[in-house]
Structure formats: C-alpha cells, structure tokens
C-alpha cells in the first residue's frame, strides 16, 4: 500500500527571518556543505554547485536515507525567474538535476521529492 506523507518546508536563502519561521537550520551546513532543513523528522539538505542541485537526505538521528525509487524538483525563483528541475536519484541517498541558468544569490527554493514504487511504498513529499 503506498502511504505518502504529506510535509512542508521551504528553502529560502535570501529571507533569513522567514527561513526561522519554516524551521530551517538557518545557520547550519549539512555534512555536504549546503543548508539544512527540518521535514517532520527528515533532514533534507540543498548543495548547490553552479547550476547542479543535489538533495541529501537523513533521518532524525542524522543518518543518510535511501531514495530508491524517488523522483523529485527543485523549483528555483532567481532574479525575477522561476525555473524547475527534475531530479533523479544518484547513488544511494541523493537525487541531481542541473539547472539552465545559475541561480543568483538572491534564490529560493522549493523541493519535492515523491516515492515511486520501487522506494516500498514509503512516500515523502516535501516542499
């Protein structure tokens, strides 16, 4: 049976005060060097590199989570423009897509993530 579970949280890098209110680790780098979030027990974690984005994923006690069988987005509002990536798993407990254009220092995200069936039936859903 697939169960997903419903939860929420943006990304948010230019609005710091905003990014509190979201329970977002404001001043904390996950162990890949991008930002931390809080996502009802799942920590996820946006590394931006140029125009790549990878999510990590870990679960309250900080150990990385498969995401077998997931598929996700980023959505990316940047300099007046909104983009989406896909992303697709890499590895065991990540997922990458590239960007067209760079985001500027002024971004914010927003991620997705969804199980598909190989993942067991257990589903995230996070923005």
């Given amino acids: 049976m697939n169960a997903f579970l419903l939860l929420a949280a943006i990304l948010l890098w230019a609005v710091p005060s905003t990014a509190q209110h979201q329970h977002i680790h404001a001043n904390t ?3 890949n060097g991008g930002r931390m979030v809080d996502v009802a027990g799942i920590h996820a ?4 590199d ?3 984005l990878t999510i990590y994923t870990f679960d309250e006690d900080g150990q990385p989570l498969s995401t077998r069988g997931y598929t ?3 959505s990316i509002v940047s300099r007046g423009n909104s983009e989406t990536v896909l992303l ?3 590895g065991q ?5 590239k960007a067209q254009t760079r ?3 002024d971004a914010s995200y927003t991620i997705a993530l969804e199980a598909g069936p190989a993942s067991g039936g257990q589903g995230l859903r996070a923005r």
Avoid: F, N, Q, Y
């Avoid at 974690?45 to 931006?48: A, D, R, Y």
């Avoid at 407990?93 to 897509?97: I, N």
């Fill in 29 to 31: 780098k996950g162990p």
């Fill in 45 to 48: 974690e946006l590394v931006v």
């Fill in 50 to 52: 140029d125009r790549t």
């Fill in 72 to 74: 996700g987005s980023v």
């Fill in 88 to 90: 697709a798993p890499i």
């Fill in 93 to 97: 407990t990540a997922l990458r897509g």
């Fill in 103 to 105: 985001p500027g220092p």
